[in-house]
């Protein structure tokens, strides 16, 4: 089955902690994004990339960190500097230029 | 600034009872407006791509619309397993990201047996 995978679904962590979330695709997207969702929030963009060794801030990417050394990884570390971690991590991908993208099952991180 | 605005927040329904979900939105140069359902505690999943006004999709209960500055989700005869919160985003030509999209908050639907 083609689809999205995120891992952990959970994560805990302690403050002042980076932490890396998991992000692979088996649908040959050549885009991949990172959202975050917070309660009464709209999805926002933290980072994406269009093609392998290539990707942009979004509208909230301090914080966060990025590689895309694969066509089908995205992985996203939350760094200490990030001042409130803890949310609903969204991963998702699309065709280069459409704008339908697909979501993963997203990882909650809870950091205290 | 480019808004997506979505109305109501949440919307109780008793199972049967039609009703709509609006979107609405301020751009210029629309290139797509993409409607998606999220169950609690998981990722959206995709319904529908609206591209141009006048444009309508179906699926099963769902049938969204699109106008110049709007869109409806109607959802006829409505079971409670169509309770979700429902998301509408909106493509907007950022430059060379092109496939950027602006989401609005969702409406809470819950509809009662």
């Known amino acids: 089955d083609g689809g999205i995978t995120q891992s952990p679904k959970y994560l805990f962590r302690k403050e002042g902690q980076n932490v890396t979330l998991s992000c692979e695709q088996n649908l040959n997207h050549d885009a991949m994004y990172w959202y975050r969702q917070d309660p009464g929030q709209g999805l926002r963009l933290i980072y994406y990339?269009?093609?392998?060794?290539?990707?942009q801030k979004g509208d909230i990417a301090e914080g966060y960190s990025v590689s895309r050394e694969k066509k089908e990884s995205f992985p996203l570390t939350v760094t200490s500097a990030q001042k409130n971690p803890t949310a609903f991590y969204l991963c998702a991908s699309s065709i280069l230029r459409n704008g339908e993208q697909y979501f993963g099952p997203g990882t909650r991180l809870t950091v205290t | 600034e480019d808004q997506v605005t979505q109305s109501p927040e949440a919307l109780r329904l008793q199972e049967g009872e039609s009703s709509s979900l609006n979107c609405s939105y301020t751009v210029s140069g629309l290139r797509g407006l993409f409607w998606y359902r999220q169950d609690p505690g998981k990722g959206p999943e995709f319904l529908f791509t609206l591209y141009s006004a006048g444009e309508e999709k179906e699926k099963e209960r769902l049938k969204a619309t699109l106008t110049k500055k709007e869109s409806f989700l109607h959802i006829t005869a409505p079971k409670p397993e169509d309770s979700a919160t429902y998301l509408c985003?909106?493509?907007?030509?950022?430059?060379?990201?092109?496939?950027?999209?602006?989401f609005g908050t969702g409406t809470l639907l819950a509809v009662q047996p």
């Open positions: 990339s269009q093609i392998v060794n290539d990707f």
């Open positions: 985003a909106v493509q907007f030509p950022y430059g060379g990201a092109t496939n950027k999209l602006i």
